[in-house]
């Protein structure tokens, strides 16, 4: 009992967030500095400051790893977001961006132009966004029936990424001989991402998590069930139609420049809500912070293990994230 | 204040479950729907909280239509506690009633000193002040179900729709939760409509009773008026013998049940 009463308490919320701020910020410096290119975090800040183009240090670090880093964060807090909004306009724990079939429209959109249509490559992440929300407005018109209910919805996401998924999987049977080349879109990784992709995305993220902040009220009234929401005097459907539709683009937006990175989305939400309780107004900030941190700790790792080699970030998070997600699990059900 | 229907009919697809309903509630009156399971008094409570659209007829709230009012402002007269609703783990008893002020407050402001003395009120009168901090999935049934009216108290509504708010109770907080109501009743002459389907409960707390069958109000009157064994045989095919309860308020004992065809013998 005196757990959870710490637990409401503002001290311990304001405490928590103070310690996803400094995780976030941890996984950025980390990113920074970590890599083939050693340089001390004084030796960055003056190599960044004086910009000289010609400096082979200040190419690495502004052109490579600051976008990189960047890039991992943003799109590990959109992610994160994302299903943050899922689970509660589903009320269901298992949702994820990829349950409104953003991740496999996104994905065999991708695919298509890499395989397929390679001479489109450089279309390639306006080409998986649409994707990614083409698949998700259907998802939503095939829930439709006077109204969408959270399972019909959840049903018909996993029916229609199954479908998009064998396509997929045929796609990649008949192009086996340059399946290797994309495998580094279908696991979700940073390798190569620079400026050109961050701009492409940064409004649509930067966006989708401010139109997120605004709904959260309403999303946790949402959370009461849609009778004690509609006697709130909330409009359901539609503010349920915002919710996924801000979710589809956080999604769909960090889908077609990492490609299909799933475990942030549907497990980030569950921790912080583990550690910082459900009412969205903090949980949607709490998810932006820890998973942008866990995307880019992730990706440091990916580029540290195996140097010269690098893993993808979404190997590397489903390898980490699982044990320590299931650490938080078990700790926080015995003390409840 | 007072609450109409007028030939209100509706149903989901081609099915009609309710069938020309006229009724009023007056202003501070207890008004319970009874009736057999499917009779369509759920229904009825969903399509005067707005829930459901009606396909005929209309809701007047002192002589407004209910369904063409802005739904913000509708939640501030009237308050409705479904019979299903969830809630996450970790919600205490304090933020669901602060939920309760959300029709009052206004876009990126939070909770003014009016707020707070509202909830407080609120706590208070349901008697959850000490529970406020716990976790709703901690608490028994009967305090849940006061946290969950308290939240509707908090909307401060002239109104309040209740469906079934007995149900899954024991006998003592089955009569925790009707005091409450009835305490409710007298000190801000609320107007209350509810499902009940205990009818001694319903006939001991409520001012009148109406009963529903087959998409239709088939008698309506104050408790001595509806527990009779004719009446009871007709909405809810059973025999039941009438005893005269504590305060004159009659009591029924079901004996037999008389169901014509169907799979009973």
Known sequence: MNWSRIRTGRAWRGGVLFLLVLFACVAFLAGMRCGSLELSFGGILSTLWKGSAEDVNYQILWNIRLPRVLLGGLVGAALAISGAILQGVMRNPLAAPGIIGVSAGGGLAGILILLVLPQFSALLIPAAFCGALATAVCVYLLAWKRGVNPVRLILSGVAVASMLGAVSSTVLILNAEKVAGILDFTVGSLSARSWEQLHLVKWYLFGGAAAAMALSRKLNILTLGDEIAAGLGIHVERVRFLLLAVSALLAAAAVSVVGMLGFVGLIAPHMVRLILGSDYRLLIPGCALFGAGMVMACDTVGRMVMEPMELPVGVIMALLGPPFFLYLLRRGRSET | ?265
């Not at chain 2, 009871?232 to 004992?253: Q, R, S, T, W």
């Open chain 2, 1 to 265: 204040m007072k609450l109409e229907m007028e030939g209100l009919t509706a149903g989901y697809g081609g099915k009609r479950v309710l069938d020309g309903i006229s009724l009023s509630v007056k202003k501070g009156e207890i008004l319970t729907l009874i009736g057999p399971n499917g009779c369509g008094k759920s229904t009825l409570l969903k399509t005067v909280g707005r829930i459901l659209r009606p396909q005929g007829g209309c809701v007047l709230l002192d002589g407004k239509s209910v369904h063409s009012m802005n739904t913000a402002e509708l939640a501030k007269q009237m308050a409705l506690l479904p019979q299903t609703h969830s809630a996450p783990e970790d919600l205490t008893v304090e933020q669901l009633v602060r939920y309760g002020r959300f029709p009052h407050r206004k876009v990126f402001c939070g909770l003014d000193s009016h707020d707070c003395e509202v909830v407080e009120n609120v706590l208070g009168m349901t008697r959850l002040e000490g529970l406020r901090k716990r976790n709703l999935s901690t608490l028994s049934g009967g305090e849940r179900q006061r946290a969950w009216i308290a939240m509707t108290l908090a909307q401060e509504p002239e109104v309040l729709l209740l469906d079934e708010p007995t149900t899954f109770l024991d006998v003592c907080c089955q009569f925790e939760v009707l005091e409450l109501i009835r305490m409710l009743n007298r000190t801000l002459n609320l107007t209350i409509l509810m499902v009940l389907h205990d009818l001694n409960l319903a006939a001991r707390c409520s001012h009148r009773l109406a009963a529903v069958k087959n998409a239709r109000i088939r008698y309506c009157g104050p408790p001595a008026e509806i527990i009779r064994p004719e009446v009871l045989e007709d909405v809810f095919e059973i025999k039941a013998e009438i005893i005269d309860g504590p305060d004159h308020i009659p009591c029924f004992i079901p004996v037999a049940s008389c169901k014509k065809g169907g799979d009973g013998k």
